[in-house]
């Protein structure tokens, strides 16, 4: 199994919603990710865990939550958003803990309309 | 800093050859080639570490050369399926974060 499975496909929230993306690996890999694309732009990371704990955090705000229950699962829990994050939501993971020199496996996303 | 990738967006034939170049103004570890359908998740071609080495996918190869902090990306003898947007990554150093280009548009016609 080399899928990287996430849902929902598609998200409409408003802007007091609580919600959340789920992801979810069988692949035993260690790290996984969050990014961020704009339609046209390039994925942006957001977070990385290793081994279930959060590595980085690239100065995401704060309405944005990870979570990692198991080394299997990601969650991203959303609050308060605005309507510029807008976006399509990509999970991915990877074999080794680290981006350098590691394939990263990139689910389809979830793309999010905040109203 | 966002490596820059040329040209933004290349329309080719069937059979034809094309080379997607991609820059960065730091000195490189890695570079990781990815394409992404329209409306599919992007998907890992190779990746070349610093040393200059070429490497394949099919018939997609590509070049590191780290002294010019740049490589390519050859897409010989075109296929329909070579269609999609093309990014780039770049490390700077072992341990650091990978960090896209702005991506080629590549449309492959009959």
């Known amino acids: 199994d080399t899928e990287v499975t996430q849902t929902p496909k598609h998200l409409v929230m408003g802007m007091t919603n609580k919600k959340s993306l789920k992801c979810e690996q069988h692949m035993g890999h260690r790290a996984m990710y969050w990014y961020k694309q704009k339609a046209k732009k390039p994925p942006e990371l957001m977070f990385v865990y290793s081994y279930e704990k959060l590595s980085i955090n690239e100065s995401v705000p704060s309405r944005f939550s990870p979570e990692c229950p198991n080394s299997s699962l990601l969650n991203l829990h959303l609050h308060a958003l605005q309507p510029e994050d807008s976006a399509l939501y990509l999970c991915?993971?990877?074999?080794?803990?680290?981006?350098?020199?590691?394939?990263?496996?990139f689910g389809e996303g979830s793309r999010l309309t905040v109203l | 800093q966002q490596p820059v990738q040329s040209p933004q967006a290349v329309i080719l034939r069937e059979g034809e050859d094309a080379v997607i170049n991609c820059s960065s103004s730091k000195a490189l570890y890695s570079v990781h080639w990815y394409r992404q359908k329209h409306g599919e998740a992007p998907v890992f071609l190779m990746i070349?570490?610093?040393?200059?080495e070429q490497k394949g996918h099919e018939k997609i190869s590509a070049s590191f050369n780290e002294k010019k902090q740049q490589s390519s990306l050859y897409l010989t003898a075109s296929q329909l399926s070579y269609s999609g947007t093309y990014f780039c990554?770049?490390?700077?150093?072992?341990?650091?974060?990978?960090?896209f280009g702005g991506g080629t548009r590549v449309l492959v016609k009959p």
């Open positions: 070349l570490l610093k040393g200059g």
């Open positions: 990554g770049t490390v700077a150093a072992a341990g650091n974060k990978l960090t």
């Open positions: 991915a993971s990877s074999q080794v803990v680290s981006e350098d020199t590691g394939e990263l496996f």
